[in-house]
């Protein structure tokens, strides 16, 4: 017989075999367990201890919980309450091995996929890390929860939430300051039973989305945003903590075109006062008065926007502090110059008499000083020279305003500029 015709027969007896009543084909290993996300819930909380934290990963004596987190959007700055309100997508990874359950890649399960997605209610009966952030003032927004189970009893939660965290600004080189505010998120539970870990891997562990940062930044820009791990000190218990950090820069152009150029040009105006001609109180007045009230509502605008701070506290304050003082200085020039008329016109009289009484009796006035004095006033006594004219007078000290206010207004504002390090 051909090798071939024995194969066939073989064939046949095989087939003939199986094909008689009580023969049956090797069954296949069955998948055992759930198979649907319900039956998984239920197999992971029978005998579930939610009040007891899971247990250490071996060789270690506390849990760790992986933090990472992404600068979702800045809602607004607000500098009169040091706060920044911000939209934080953070992400809590810990492992508790109670919570494993068998899959298709685990144990041979009947469950297909490796992960299961759960309403966030589940967080209410399961152990989960407590925590808070603890320098927030208040919250916005709806806040929405992911919640993700391993097969290996890996715990992931991404929650999303508005943080309105309280900062402290720097305010001195403002409007050309950078800022820095961290919303601190704090575990609540001792630091020897629980501690917050970086996530493994290149991944920052703070930073912002590549489709960039919406809201209420058109004053900022966002420079920087970092992340760093920590324990609290003081009082026992310590916990552990991560700070998520937020750098920002000013964008000067608002301030520079409505607040500074203004107020400098002011001054300028004021400084044309001792240009117009002395006689012209009126004109003068107007000058200087009108230059005067509008640094003031200028400031205030300015002051509206800030907490209640020093002039020395903030550069642009400084600049608008002394631009106030040098238009109110250009009041007061036009009130004492106008005082120094007076006085001029009273000396100038008291000179016409002397000049006629020597002509009516031929000699000369022994001391003009003393007969000039008694006419001019009790202010203007000390400004007569032996010769009976004015040692100061009103067109003096417009000469002399003329030279020095802008020279000392340079001088002031260019003071404050280089000590807070100010760039143009």
């Known amino acids: 017989m051909r090798p071939s015709s024995k194969y066939a027969v073989v064939a046949l007896v095989v087939l003939a075999a199986y094909a008689q009543p ?49 600068l979702k959007m800045v809602e607004s700055v607000s500098e009169p309450s040091g706060s920044v309100k911000m939209v934080i997508e953070h992400t809590m990874k810990w492992v ?37 952030f603890s320098n927030a003032i208040g919250s916005f927004g709806d806040t929405s929860t992911f919640l993700v189970f391993k097969n290996d009893g890996e715990v992931n939660v991404k929650v999303r939430q ?39 891997g290149s991944k920052s562990l703070f930073n912002v989305p590549d489709t960039g940062i919406a809201g209420g930044t058109i004053e900022w820009t966002i420079l920087s945003t970092s992340m760093v791990v920590g324990e609290t000190s003081g009082s026992p218990p310590a916990m552990s903590y991560a700070d998520f950090t937020v750098k920002m ?49 200028n400031t205030k605008g300015a002051l509206s926007a800030l907490p209640k701070l020093s002039a020395g506290d903030a550069w642009m304050l400084g600049v608008l502090s002394k631009s106030q003082y040098f238009c109110a200085y250009t009041v007061v020039e036009v009130v004492m110059a106008n005082y120094l008329l007076h006085i001029e016109t009273r000396v100038k009289a008291a000179l016409k008499e ?52 802008p020279i000392a207004y340079v001088i002031a504002v260019g003071t404050d500029t280089s000590m807070a390090g100010v760039a143009w």
């Open 354 to 405: 002397a000049s006629e009484k020597e002509d009516l009796s031929g000699d000369q006035i022994s001391d003009r000083q003393s007969f000039v004095r008694s006419k001019a006033g009790r202010i203007g006594r000390a400004l007569i020279r032996k010769n009976g004219t004015m040692a100061f007078s009103d067109q003096d000290m417009d000469v002399w305003s003329r030279w020095l206010f």
């Open 96 to 132: 508790d091995s109670r919570l494993a359950f068998a899959s298709a890649t685990l144990n041979n399960g009947g469950f297909q996929h490796e992960r299961a997605v759960f309403p966030s209610g589940m967080l209410d009966e399961i152990w989960y890390p407590e925590y808070s």
């Open 249 to 297: 820069r000013r964008k000067p152009e608002y301030w520079v075109s409505f607040v500074l150029i203004p107020s400098i040009f002011l001054v300028a105006l004021s400084y044309g006062t001792f240009w117009i001609q002395r006689s012209a109180v009126p004109a003068r007045a107007a000058f200087c008065f009108i230059a005067f009230l509008s640094t003031i509502n």
């Open 162 to 200: 508005g943080v309105e965290a309280s900062c402290t600004f720097d305010f001195q080189k403002m409007p050309f300051d950078e800022q820095e505010c961290h919303a601190r998120l704090q575990l609540n539970a001792p630091v020897q039973l629980v501690d917050i870990t970086p996530p493994t």
């Open 22 to 70: 009580g023969w049956a084909a090797p069954a296949a290993a069955a998948c055992t367990g759930p198979t649907e996300q319900g039956d998984i819930r239920t197999e992971m909380l029978a005998d579930y201890d939610m009040y007891s934290p899971p247990p250490p990963p071996a060789g270690d004596d506390k849990l760790h919980v992986a933090v990472s987190a992404e």
